[in-house]
């Protein structure tokens, strides 16, 4: 073969290989223009603040917004602390016995379970088996065994969990070891290592982590379609706590509460309402709230990386 | 025949008035009694015995890989934080041991204090960086750490320069600065051993000259022992040098001796620049 | 002798330092002209410390840690445990033969043998061979798409791109893998399923192939991060042998690196296969549901994902039907744990390989 054989080939090996990269490029112009050209037009200041109305043909989606903010919020508070102590102990203290490559193994394992299954977990586990005996043990009457937010944000924790895992690990290993070192040849315990030297510096990654997963529990549809969202719930989930002496009623997210939900929402009216068409644009709007909603999160996690990243360089 | 292989050969036939000098006494600070050090499998120090003297300076020179650093990494047992480790024999402070489990590591590491090779501040700042040590150990109140942080600064040869910025970070110090911040920071526990693993390397030579000063100054209160792989400072510096090749101890005694006229021929090789 | 000169004496003096006791003496005395606290005082201040309470604090926090560590594993072994024991209660309610297929009447009442998912209905039946069918329709067709696109995209990052290119090409990549999965079934609902049947004229509008090529929008991010990090894993030292000898270099791309990181690949398309048939949102909005055998792409299909999640929310609980479900799911999560493996089998043997 001639050597200019050979660079033509070369040339348009290349050029193919450019060619495929860049579709990427077009498929996500494709989807994001195709969601942000049809679902501005249902954009407006009502659409975000009411809830829908006439059997979902018109009105707004606040309830649904109002559920993904408390459905994530639930999920961070009860996977953030037990994801980023699980972290730490993995990699200040485990070592590298057959324990740390346990936990490891299943992390990993964790990663890798589909989301339905998850939701199959969910479903079987909270609701009916820890619900209804938590029924049981109360004397209830079907209070606990039922879909509800708490078991929800549950469901989601748990998929969320091994993201939060992996985040604060990978931050923590990113603290370099002659800080320790120099806090242990001081005399510090090992806990006082972690607190004093190591989290500090950690943090940061910590909370970029924390970010990227309720991005992912917003997004995540299979594991709450059963575990306690509604399609049609005009009021908000809360519960209203009387304070005695001053009469003043204090809302509070209702845990036992089922919840609207922005994917949910849109999975249900794109497939079983009544009159598709007719939604269309609702179902538009709503797809471009919630890309709006997890794009920031990606975005504030981003930022704030580079922004911390900058400043310990800097000092 | 290799140098190294000299080194056992000549080890073995040091004379009675070298022995006598290696051998640990009971007025020693430190006694070091048959200790040897393995990573896992592979031996790091073998067999070696001596006594370091309160209030001294005590050089461990040696080629790369003799297990200079792994010595003093034993002394404050910083060496078993990251890795596998098994010691044998027998080291005390003030004649109690200090290896087994039921050692308090973190009352020890205050005692034994450490300066590494690479100077490691916190990205924090100067002055939180000084009282880091003395808040371990639980001092709270604010004028205490303030006369804490003054008084190590001080004795580190650091306060006039930096008196004016002790909450700046202390990463913007230069690196001899650093390195004498990271004295500071270790007279801040009040320790009774300071072990310095080549304090110098990673200075240039202003930034050395002034460690060593310092080193000098710290001597009358404290027990200093050195690594270096720099003999001349070795001879500057220290009253007492051992000598290391290959985890064993060649020889020990005072520096002037070791650096005229040194009983094991090995020493003298090394010493002259034949191998190492 | 020659030794001295070589060791300039001491700039310090040579006497030999006071005993202890005198030192301290000294120093506090020091202290007072100089207007330092005095060394006593300093450590004072250092022993006020209880040292029995702070090893008993450490030692129950260490207990604490290593219960929160644990909790991964325990919620994995849980999910292992809850899975298989409503396996075990389908496999105990339901005939192992049904799940392949089942003898039913025709309309002449003649026996035939079908491989039907009907689980609700008075002779339910639970062939799982239409859902595995399906699965498998949808993530092998995705699984090429994606594999090509993924493939050349990750040659593309770590051969072809300089830095700047780079920089702006991953965080496309990340803006695609940070799409929600039901949004993109979404558009494959509303706009993709339609543009293909133009362009294809096939009879139905929700088919398989729709729903592969939602699901590859979702496996290329993973694919090409994977594969980029594979071949930038490859030694820069087999890449200059290959120019030294005047390769081109897609010549050295594709004789020296891309067979130098042929695990790294393998395990790449492994993982996009295990997520592939994992995906659920995708499949239940654009292949259209209808539970059938056949190999047609481009006629509706159901995969196992699609079932679980349309019909868990209408089941009785405990009855046949919502155990099948869970064999269903335990089915799907065997084959997505036994890809997982083989790909970290695949990545460790590679990393032994390169000897990293």
């Known amino acids: ?315 | 025949m290799s140098g190294s292989q000299t080194a056992a050969r000549t080890a073995a036939q040091a004379g009675p008035r070298q022995a006598q000098a290696a051998a640990p006494a009971s007025e020693d600070k430190i006694s070091i009694r048959s200790l040897s050090f393995y990573y896992g499998s592979k031996r790091a120090l073998e067999d070696v015995s001596l006594g370091i003297l309160a209030n001294r300076i005590t050089s461990v020179i040696g080629p790369s890989g003799c297990g200079k650093s792994t010595f003093i990494k034993t002394i404050n047992r910083i060496g078993e934080v990251s890795a596998d480790v098994r010691i044998e024999g027998d080291v005390r402070l003030d004649g109690m041991s200090i290896l087994g489990k039921e050692v308090d590591l973190v009352d020890l590491r205050r005692r034994v204090g450490m300066v590494f090779q690479k100077p490691n501040p916190f990205p924090k700042s100067i002055y939180d960086n000084v009282v880091f040590g003395p808040r371990l150990h639980g001092v709270r109140k604010k004028s205490a750490l303030d006369e804490i942080a003054e008084r190590s600064l001080v004795q580190a040869a650091l306060w006039k320069e930096i008196k004016d910025r002790l909450h700046d970070s202390a990463l913007a110090l230069s690196g001899g600065q650093q390195q004498r911040l990271c004295i500071a920071r270790v007279l801040a526990v009040d320790p009774e051993v300071i072990l310095m693993d080549e304090p110098c390397s990673a200075l240039d030579p202003s930034g050395t000259a002034r460690i060593e000063e310092t080193i000098v100054e710290l001597k009358s209160e404290y027990t200093i022992i050195i690594v270096t792989h720099n003999m001349q400072q070795a001879a500057r510096v220290s009253d007492r040098t051992a000598f290391l090749l290959e985890g064993k101890l060649v020889e020990y005694d005072d520096t002037e001796r070791i650096f005229t006229n040194p009983s094991v021929s090995t020493t003298e090789d090394y010493i002259t620049g034949r191998f190492g | 002798m020659r030794l001295a000169s070589r060791f300039p004496p001491r700039a310090a003096p040579a006497s030999p330092s006071p005993p202890a006791a005198e030192a301290r003496l000294g120093r506090d005395d020091r202290a007072a002209e100089t207007g330092k606290p005095p060394r006593s005082k300093h450590a004072r201040l250092l022993r006020a410390r209880r040292r029995g309470w702070r090893a008993a604090g450490e030692w129950l926090l260490e207990r604490f840690l290593f219960l929160n560590g644990v909790a991964a594993i325990l919620v994995i072994a849980l999910i292992f445990l809850f899975l298989f024991r409503e396996t075990a209660a389908a496999l105990r309610q339901i005939p192992l033969a049904s799940w392949w297929g089942a003898t039913e009447a025709d309309f002449d009442g003649n026996p035939v043998y079908v491989h039907l998912w009907q689980p609700n209905g008075d002779r339910p039946k639970y062939s799982l061979l239409p859902l595995v069918l399906g699965s498998l329709l949808v993530a092998v067709p995705a699984v090429l798409i994606a594999g090509s696109i993924g493939l050349a995209t990750g040659i593309y990052l770590a051969e072809i791109a300089g830095p700047r290119i780079r920089g702006l090409v991953k965080p496309v990549i990340e803006l695609l893998a940070g799409i929600p999965t039901i949004v993109i079934g979404f558009f494959c609902l509303a706009t993709l399923a339609t543009l293909l049947q133009n362009a294809t004229h096939t009879q139905f509008r929700l088919n398989a192939m729709v729903g592969a090529i939602g699901v590859s929008f979702v496996i290329i991010p993973v694919v090409a991060s994977l594969v980029d990090d594979s071949l930038r894993a490859v030694p820069v030292y087999l890449r200059e042998a290959a120019y030294a000898m005047g390769a081109t270099r897609w010549e050295t791309i594709s004789r020296v690196v891309l067979p130098a990181a042929v695990s790294g690949v393998t395990a790449a398309l492994l993982l996009g296969m295990g997520r592939a048939l994992g995906e659920t949102m995708i499949v239940l909005l654009a292949t259209g549901n209808a539970a059938q055998v056949t190999l047609n792409p481009f006629v509706s299909v159901r995969t196992m994902t699609a079932t679980i999640a349309a019909e868990l929310g209408s089941v009785p609980k405990n009855g046949p039907w919502y155990e099948a479900l869970f064999l269903v799911g335990g089915v799907l999560f065997t084959i997505t744990f036994l890809l997982n493996l083989l790909a970290e089998i695949v990545i460790h043997r590679m990393r032994r390989r390169l000897a990293l």
Request: with cysteine.
């Open chain 1, 1 to 315: 073969m001639s050597t200019a054989t050979r660079r033509s080939k070369d040339a348009v090996a290349t050029a193919l290989i450019a060619a495929v990269a860049a579709s990427i490029l077009g498929i996500v112009l494709v989807i994001l223009g195709d969601i942000f050209w049809k679902g501005t037009k249902a954009i407006s200041w009502e659409f975000l603040t009411q809830p829908p109305v006439q059997g979902m043909t018109a009105g707004g989606i606040f309830p649904a917004i109002f559920g993904t903010v408390s459905i994530t919020l639930l999920m961070v508070l009860m996977a953030l602390p037990l994801g980023v102590l699980a972290a730490i102990y993995m990699v200040e203290y485990a070592g590298s016995g057959s324990v740390a490559r346990l936990i490891r193994a299943a992390v990993n394992n964790l990663a890798g379970v589909p989301s339905i299954v998850f939701g199959l977990f969910g479903l079987g586990f909270f609701v009916l088996f820890v619900g209804r005996n938590l029924d049981r043990l109360t004397g209830k009457d079907l209070f606990f065994g039922q879909p509800a937010m708490l078991w929800a944000a549950a469901t989601l924790a748990v998929l969320v969990l091994p993201v939060i895992i992996v985040s604060t690990a990978e931050a923590l290993t990113g603290v370099p070891r002659s800080y320790r070192e120099a806090a242990f040849a001081l005399g510090a315990t090992r806990w006082q290592v972690v607190r004093g030297v190591v989290l500090p510096q950690a943090w940061s990654g910590i909370l970029t982590g924390a970010i990227l997963s309720v991005s992912r529990g917003a997004g995540e549809t299979a594991p709450i379609l059963f575990t306690g969202c509604a399609y049609y719930l005009p009021r908000l989930p809360l519960a209203y706590l009387p304070v005695p002496l001053l009469g003043v009623r204090i809302p509070m997210l209702n845990p036992f509460d089922q919840f609207m939900e922005l994917s949910y929402h849109i999975f249900v009216m794109a497939t079983q309402s009544h009159d598709t068409t007719l939604t269309r644009p609702i179902q538009y709007g709503t797809t471009l709230v919630l890309v709006a909603l997890t794009f920031s999160l990606n975005l504030a996690a981003i930022v704030l990386r580079a922004r911390l990243a900058r400043r310990e360089v800097r000092e």
